[in-house]
């Protein structure tokens, strides 16, 4: 029995760990890569905003333009700025040791980030950067703090002035019915050029893109698991037939 115990015990230490990860209050994301229109909004969000600085260099633009649907030609049109042929590694050509000098860290390629920080984790993050002008780009960020990274998003989203508030969710005001925290943001010390809502929403795909990066098989792997399983129960009641054959004459 203590055995038994002792066994369960060690079952469920990877649990724990995964619940010390999440030290700040994050807003819930939950991703779905059946969304192929999603999929593709992030896609170029990337592609414009953050492929700059960071690669994807365990995937190829091949496998992306088939999953998300989008024609060869066009993604290369498109969607591939560094005159990389469409069968090669999302690679950039920023080297690591220079990036490091300018932004105190190199950023990190983000092929598995989704799998390393969570959905949830990345949608806070790219909601999360606000005005501090203690730090070396004048931006500071809620879930990831003195972060080197600048606020590249600032003319989509606009800077905030203070802390956004990540995590606590919307509500409504009983006595007034007036939404609180409806936008993350209260203050803003530069507008940008798509309300909260809109920014969220393209917040969403991107992160949704960064989740489809992480794991291109979730899907069909789903799929599959249904037809494992379906394979098992029915293979279930031969395996019970068989077994009751084998035992019939045993007294
Ligand atoms: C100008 C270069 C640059 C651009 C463009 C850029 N980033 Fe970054 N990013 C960085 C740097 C540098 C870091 C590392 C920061 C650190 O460790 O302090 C980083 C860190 C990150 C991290 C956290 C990585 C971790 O430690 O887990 C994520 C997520 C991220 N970036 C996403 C994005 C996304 C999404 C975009 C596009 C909207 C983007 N970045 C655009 C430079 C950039």
Known sequence: MRKLIFGLFIAILPALGLAAGAAVPLDIMEPDHTNKASLQRGAA?????????????????????????IPASLYEENL????????????V???KEQSAGWFGAPPPDLTLESRLRGESWIYS???????????????????????????????????????????KGASVDPLSGNINNADACPEYAIEGSMSAAEFDRSMYDLTNFLSYMGDPVKVERERLGVFALIFVAIFFIFAYLLNREYWKDVH
């Open 45 to 69: 969000l990337f592609t414009n905003y953050c492929m700059g600085c960071h690669s994807m260099e365990y995937a190829r633009y091949k496998r992306v333009s088939e999953d998300l649907e």
């Open 93 to 95: 050509s920023m080297s």
């Open 80 to 91: 591939i700025f560094t005159g990389a042929k469409i069968g090669e590694l999302m690679k």
């Open 125 to 167: 993050y790219l909601r999360g950067f606000y005005k501090d002008d203690t730090r070396p780009l004048g931006v500071n960020n809620v879930v990831f703090a003195n972060v080197g990274m600048p606020h590249v998003l600032v003319d989509m989203q606009g800077l905030c002035a203070v802390e956004p508030r990540i995590g």
